[in-house]
């Protein structure tokens, strides 16, 4: 494995390749290489020491794309530190709290448990209704979800720096 730090990530709006740029900007600032991509893209983990893996969340699974390099590259991942985080909740507080500790799908538990990530977080979501089919708005409604962006930046700098340090990491990212 190389030397390079991959953060992938699967988001549907855009709001969880936001916070997978902003994570990729931390870890360079720190001297890091680092390549940002859609999980979907990346078919070569060899030139990475380290992986990032996020994806928003709907109705409690991860993006598709997401979830199938979780999947697909488990054995890999498992020789390498890996992260992961997920994004999605709305409304003010604490993410991990408004999803009860929830941090990535049941459906990916014995994967994630195999890989052993050195952490993981649940950093707040983004809602905007104008990026948002009339199918998603209407269940939006239905399950009253709040709009908005509720994306903590300071949290999510603050776990990143960690990752350029190495260091085992949990947190809601609040």
Known sequence: ???RILVAYGSKHGAT???AERIGVVLRRRGEQVDVFPAQKVKDLSPYGQVV???S????LWRKGAAGFLKRNEKEL???PVWLFSSGPTGPGDPEKLLEGWRYPESLRAVVERVGPKGTACFGGKLDAEKM????RMVIKM??????DFRDWEAVEAWAEGIAGNQALGGSGR
Do not use: N, R
Not at 133 to 136: G, I, P, R, V, Y
């Open 1 to 3: 494995m190389g030397e």
């Open 17 to 19: 390749a936001e916070i």
């Open 53 to 55: 893996l996020g994806s």
């Open 57 to 60: 969340v709907y109705m409690g």
């Open 78 to 80: 498992g020789k390498v």
């Open 133 to 136: 089919s009339a199918f998603e």
């Open 143 to 148: 399950v009253k979800a709040p709009t908005g």
